[in-house]
């Protein structure tokens, strides 16, 4: 690098690929587009602006409902929470509850809203403060300078008649936290809507959103009850649904769905469009190990869409649906189920099984423990918070593996199927950013991850569902002698041979290239894309000292000035908890330096940078 041209158009900041893709975080992605309205009628309705079935007052009128809790989510979390939170209210204050993707409504109609009902709203933020795509027509009504609500057009406070609560998932390690629960919450209150209890904020960062939520819905419902009257009724379990068994003879073996990847699904054509919930069945083409390690792996893998229809541009991201390892599979339906072929399906490729166990939860199963020892031991974990720490959260315990810790010997079958598919949530796909360009081959699309593998105790090793099962087919499909630890139903598939096709969508994102390519690109990646890049690596693992790629920018503080002097574009890829933040601040610290001036204007260009798309990032 020392003999770096200072103009040089191209310069690639470089992490090793250790810290370019870091492995341990705590999301789990997945889309969820499909449009929703649970404890009501289907809808379906034509984009009509004044189609009775999205008028969310009439719709609580006719079912008789009043309580609606919205949701606005990318990944389900927010889903997940609308639906718990609805479950309470019927169950605990006898409130006739629905919830409703936020993008089924016009949203025009709140204003007519009785008083005597209750408004909910559960919303994730993403991007610069973006909301979701399920939410984004509440959000330009919310922030529109003059937003037109029905029948109170002419009126300053057309949405006096709401009351409503709201409670946001976010995230700390992004600048615009929570941003869009914050400006619906304020909108609602400039339109005359009146709040019951402080907005809530979840911190995904922090690990904390369950306990947030918790903490948010105590008060919420203190004020909501008192407001409105409700007594608090202590309920056992109530089941929201009912599972009627049907034996074999019901169905021909050959009709039962057993999860995506079916004979079905690859022996006949597959129609779009694609997505989270209907993902397409792409063969993987090709596999290989990137680290040359013993106990870490990086994987590239590469997909053929061929014949799809599914496009992408560089910078999108690839969902994988995940399925569990046998092992775990096994191990939910040993403590809890009996292993139907049904039971198989769901534990396999729609329940997340491996997910973390909340403390809530655990206090939950109690009433359903085994015997008197296991529901003490239970109501303990489920109360004591530093107990549960050190006993599971720890130790990444999943629910199968508490219950088996507990006690491995008993019957767990007294839990109710129910509960089970009512509190563990949906196992969503995992994203990946696309490491291929189509310009160079439409019909192969590839990504890069890195394995979740971490061990605790010294004993149990934490798994990640979606890279692990990526490993697994990775030996498989070269056939390389040395097995994962988990293995996947490949061959049990239909009793079809061992089977290479992996479930994948595309997600459209913003992070794009210049459309101007004489423009100059910083960007931290991992490989030289053409001779006029530069490629500067900071090693984070080697070393007497840990150097990171806002070291290397830095160093050369006046040749990045320079070019963003000259409209460079600043590319960022990888972790959001810590580089993201980092480089941010060093290249404010750069501007400034650079240019005399203070860091707070320095800061303060990175910012306009980033709002006019000069600044990029595509972290997580
Ligand atoms: C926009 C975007 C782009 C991405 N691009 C890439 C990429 O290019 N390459 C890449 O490698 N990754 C990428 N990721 C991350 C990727 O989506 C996955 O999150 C990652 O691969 C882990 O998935 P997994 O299923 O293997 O692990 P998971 O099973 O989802 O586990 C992930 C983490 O969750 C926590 N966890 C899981 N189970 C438990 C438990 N029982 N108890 C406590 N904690 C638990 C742990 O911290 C664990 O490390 C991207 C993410 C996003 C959002
Ligand atoms: C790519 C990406 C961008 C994000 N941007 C933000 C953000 O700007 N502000 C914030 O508070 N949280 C942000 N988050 C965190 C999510 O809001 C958080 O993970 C939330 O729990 C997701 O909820 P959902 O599962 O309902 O979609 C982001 C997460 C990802 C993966």
Redesign the pocket.
């Known amino acids: 690098m020392e003999n770096l041209d200072p103009l040089s158009s191209l310069l690639v900041f470089a992490l090793t690929a250790a810290s370019f893709?870091h492995?341990?975080?705590?999301?789990?992605?997945g889309l969820s587009k499909s449009s929703k309205v649970d404890g009501s009628p289907a809808l379906s309705f034509e984009d009509d602006e004044d189609d009775p079935e999205r008028n969310i007052a009439n719709q609580m009128n006719n079912s008789d409902k009043n309580c609606v809790v919205f949701y606005g989510s990318q990944t389900g979390t927010a889903e997940d929470y609308a639906k718990r939170l609805a479950r309470e209210g019927s169950s605990k204050y006898n409130l006739k509850t629905m919830v409703a993707d936020l993008e089924v409504f016009d949203h025009r109609h709140l204003s007519s809203l009785p008083e005597n009902s209750l408004c909910v709203f559960i919303v994730a933020t993403y991007g610069e403060g973006d909301p979701m795509d399920n939410a984004m027509d509440f959000w330009e009504l919310m922030t529109s300078d003059t937003p037109s609500f029905a029948g109170e057009s002419d009126s300053a406070q057309p949405l006096q008649r709401l009351r409503y609560a709201a409670f946001g998932l976010g995230s700390k390690s992004y600048e615009n936290y929570n941003a869009v629960v914050k400006r619906i919450d304020e909108s609602l209150g400039q339109h005359g809507a009146r709040h019951f209890g402080p907005v809530g904020l979840g911190d995904n960062a922090g690990g904390t959103t369950e306990e947030d939520f918790m903490a948010w819905k105590e008060l919420m419902w203190a004020e909501v009850a008192m407001a409105m009257g409700l007594q608090e009724t202590v309920v056992s379990y109530k089941p929201s649904l009912k599972f009627v068994e049907k034996g074999p003879s019901h169905y021909p073996s050959l009709k039962v769905y057993r999860g995506h990847i079916a004979t079905n699904d690859i022996s006949t054509p597959q129609r779009g469009p694609f997505n989270g919930t209907k993902p397409y069945i792409a063969i993987v083409s090709k596999s290989r190990e990137l680290f040359n390690s013993a106990d870490r792996n990086c994987l590239h893998v590469d997909f053929s869409p061929q014949g799809s229809n599914l496009t992408h541009t560089t910078g999108d991201?690839a969902g994988i649906s995940?399925m569990n390892s046998i092992k775990e599979v096994d191990r939910f339906l040993n403590i809890f189920v009996p292993a139907t072929t049904t039971w198989e399906a769901i534990a396999r490729h729609y329940m997340d099984i491996?997910?973390?166990?909340s403390g809530r939860f655990t206090a939950q199963l109690a009433q359903f423990a085994p015997t008197p020892k296991r529901k003490r031991e239970l109501r303990r974990l489920g109360s004591e918070r530093e107990y549960f720490r050190m006993q599971v959260?720890a130790r990444?315990?999943?629910l199968a593996q508490m219950c088996h810790n507990i006690d491995s010997q008993a019957d767990w079958s007294s839990v109710p199927a129910s509960l089970l598919v009512e509190e563990i949530g949906a196992l969503r796909p995992?994203?990946?950013?696309i490491?291929s360009s189509p310009l160079l081959d439409k019909q192969q699309l590839s990504?890069?991850?890195?394995?979740?593998s971490?061990t605790f105790d010294g004993s149990h090793t934490?798994k990640?569902?979606?890279?692990?099962y990526l490993l697994a087919l990775q030996r498989k499909q070269n056939a390389e002698d040395t097995p994962t630890e988990a293995d996947y139903a490949w061959d049990k598939i239909d009793g079809q041979p061992p089977t290479f096709h992996m479930p994948i969508h595309i997600r459209p994102s913003k992070f794009r290239l210049p459309k101007d390519a004489t423009l100059p690109v910083i960007m931290q990646y991992t490989e030289i894309l053409t001779p006029n890049f530069e490629l500067i690596v900071a090693f984070s693992r080697e070393g007497p000292s840990k150097e990171y790629v806002q070291h290397k920018l830095l160093e050369r503080a006046q040749l990045v000035n320079e070019l963003l002097v000259r409209n460079a574009m600043f590319y960022v890829c990888g972790d959001a908890a810590n580089m993201a933040g980092e480089i941010k601040k060093t290249l404010g610290h750069i501007v400034a330096q650079t240019r005399t001036i203070s860091i707070a204007d320095g800061s303060s260009i990175v910012q306009r940078m980033r709002s006019m798309g000069q600044y990029q990032e595509?972290v997580?």
Request: one cysteine or more.
């Open positions: 893709i492995s341990t975080k705590g999301t789990l992605w991201h995940p491996c997910a973390p166990v959260t990444c315990l999943n995992r994203y990946y950013s490491s990504i890069t991850a890195v394995v979740v971490e934490l990640g569902v979606a890279t692990n595509d997580w």
